[in-house]
């Protein structure tokens, strides 16, 4: 059992509802997916399918990276309440979770990285054997979604609750994660008429939210496993290229576990950080500000 000032085994209710709210976040897009695998000449990709996924990837993708990890997590930056709204709108079509859930079980992460009742670390298997590493990674990419315990949002995620804005977003959460459904439709209808409006919401919703959900998870995973480990030795969190590219700059993991405050990502100039570059742009038009940029 976890000490109990950590608040993280709640009872076998909310338990179940975790598990059930997991299963609809992750299953529904998964089925989506399978199903698009096996009717691909049905609905065949072209350039509307493939600006739709790369649209809503994009979209949802950074307002995962820059507004729920960077900005509402770890308040490494202050944004204008426009911005503001379009992350927190936009961050809630990646299915990860209500704003309130991320941040609590982003920040329970990092109070306890790669130790027992981390959130998710590849590490919860305590021996090294390859067995255990594999159970470890699989249990870190997204069977900790499913265990018995759930993070406390009082004790981990009080301060953003007093926002309202914050507050209704994860109120209205689930009728607002069909629009990532619904949205990728309506932009295969407006570009390419009723023939793209399926295929549009099997390939830029479904089939995205999948593949995104897969490379956020895999920075809890791989991250906490393969790569670098040029910032801190303290835990397991590693830099990866390849994790970068894909999450605009979330993949320096080892660099944002030695400095979480940090909204730079980029510590070496070939550490490819994009959603930082955004970030610094932003800042020059205003939209932007108080940027924490120490990192040590
Ligand atoms: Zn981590
Ligand atoms: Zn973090």
């Known amino acids: ?114 130790k027992e009742w981390d959130t998710h670390s590849p590490c919860y298997v305590e021996d090294r054997k390859f067995s255990s590493l594999v159970k470890g990674l699989v249990h870190a990419h997204f069977t900790w979604m499913f265990d018995r315990t759930t993070t406390d949002h009082q004790t981990y995620a009080k301060d953003i609750l007093k926002d309202p804005d914050i507050r209704f977003f994860n109120k209205f959460y689930y009728p607002i994660t069909l629009l990532t459904f619904l949205l990728p439709a309506a932009f295969g209808y407006l570009l390419g008429g009723s023939e793209h409006l399926i295929s549009c919401l099997l390939i830029g919703g479904a089939l995205r939210t999948t593949v995104f959900h897969n490379v956020t998870w895999s920075v809890n995973s791989i991250g906490h496993a393969f790569g670098s480990r040029d910032a801190t030795e303290n835990d397991d969190s590693r830099n990866n290229l390849f994790l970068a590219l894909l999450t605009f700059g979330e993949g320096w993991h080892n660099n944002h576990h030695a400095s979480p405050r940090c909204a730079i990502n980029q510590w070496k100039w070939y550490q490819i950080d994009m959603g930082g570059w955004l970030l610094l742009g932003m800042e020059r038009i205003g939209l932007v500000s108080k940027i924490h940029r120490k990192h040590l």
Not at 46 to 72: A, K, N, P, Q
Not at 91 to 108: F, K, P
């Open 1 to 114: 059992m976890p000490p109990k000032s950590l608040n993280f085994v709640a009872s076998p209710e909310n338990r179940f509802k975790k598990r059930m709210a997991n299963l609809y976040l992750i299953g529904v897009p998964a089925a989506g997916s399978i199903f698009w695998l096996f009717n691909m000449k049905k609905f065949p990709l072209t350039w509307i399918e493939v600006s739709c996924f790369l649209t809503f990837y994009v979209l949802t993708g950074l307002s995962i990276g820059l507004g729920f990890h960077r900005c509402f997590s770890h308040q490494s930056y202050r944004p204008i309440r426009p911005l503001k709204l379009a992350m927190l709108f936009f961050g809630s079509l990646a299915c990860q979770g209500s704003i309130v859930r991320w941040v609590a079980d982003h920040r329970r992460h990092h109070r306890l990285t790669d």
